[in-house]
């Protein structure tokens, strides 16, 4: 990268740029979509030319990318710290609800998750790989957290670890939908801690 | 409409091309969504010039409407048709397992929904309206059979009915959702069994 070869104060001004060209992509692909928010609307955003941002990112699916993993090593990052030096199961489900309750606050990042997770049901889409692995590893997580809870005597009569870590993911998801459109009648932390209470014999 | 007033045969002709277009814009919508779907992609696929779409829709935001409108009213008379002339409840919910059954058949409508709800989520997009309206009676439906499986004692203990409505319409569109990236994976009328099934205290 350029900016490692030039004096701090450039290598801080370009890792400053690269950061405000981040944030105006994660603005204009959570209202448009990838597909339909363009390079010239982001640059417009920062006020450089488009060739400012590819100089920084190399390219439109380069900046995606970026946009993704920024947000995702947040996310995760989170959430391992949060059930670190803990049991598994119930530490895990908690994290949960705890991470839904943070989302709250980032209405921006839940519009930009359920565009681009739709856009990327297409094959082709930039994005596919990303959240077909994305599901892959939150549906695993669930699965391995319910698992142990039934090793623990934890989980109620009926439950089924594999289809209540599908049906979880799938509940987040659905429920974040409701709330883009009715986000004063739907409670997603209140309604996701009384499902996961449901699964379990012990209070959340 | 020209086709009113012209030979039967020319009103016979104009149906049968608005019915190809619809198709074709189905398609489009489906595979690139709205915002991203042009009107020059659909007028290719027809094999017609953009203005022969606009003389038979009017602009692009009435044919998306059309679209809708034709999928929902099939979608809508499938559903009321199943549960006529049954109690309210059960066959309601019976009848939801059914129409999942059956769109699993049509990947591209499933597509077509998800994609467009996603988008449809930003205040100003042209389905906006639709798909809050769709969800209300969704969750409103859902909560009138529940409420009447509580009447009848047949809710298990613990099933608060609101909370269960909104958590069966937010399963539907997660399992959609996942069902879309691991086709083999997901199986959506089992997992929408297992979940309803969980609800209520007779077999579904």
């Known amino acids: 990268m350029t900016g490692r070869t030039a004096s701090r104060g450039s290598y801080a ?8 060209i981040l944030e105006a992509a994660f603005a204009v692909f959570a209202e448009r979509g990838y597909e339909n928010g363009s390079l010239r609307d982001i640059a417009d955003k920062v006020g450089i030319s488009q060739g400012g ?3 920084h ?3 439109k699916i380069d900046l995606l990318e970026a946009v993704l993993d920024l947000r995702d090593a947040r996310s995760r990052e989170l959430f391992t710290t949060r059930i670190a030096d803990q049991e598994p199961g119930l530490p895990h489900l908690r994290a949960l609800v705890d991470l ?10 839940i519009q930009l998750y359920t ?3 739709a856009e990327g ?9 990303y959240f077909s692995g994305r599901y892959a590893w939150l549906v695993e997580q669930s699965h391995l957290s319910l698992l142990a809870l039934r090793d623990q005597g934890l989980l109620r009569a009926g439950v089924e670890p ?5 049906s979880l993911v799938a509940l987040l998801d659905g429920l974040q939908l409701q709330w883009l ?14 499902s996961i209470q449901q699964l379990i014999s012990v209070p959340l």
């Open 53 to 55: 941002i590819l100089f």
């Open 57 to 59: 990112f190399g390219s």
């Open 100 to 109: 839904v309750r943070d989302n709250v606050n980032e209405p921006g990042m």
């Open 121 to 129: 049901t297409a094959a082709d889409h930039p994005a596919h790989a």
């Open 162 to 166: 594999g289809h209540a870590a599908r």
């Open 115 to 117: 565009l681009l997770a």
């Open 13 to 20: 001004k370009t890792a400053a740029r690269r950061q405000e």
């Open 181 to 194: 459109y009715r986000p004063t009648e739907i409670d997603m932390v209140g309604d996701l801690r009384t």
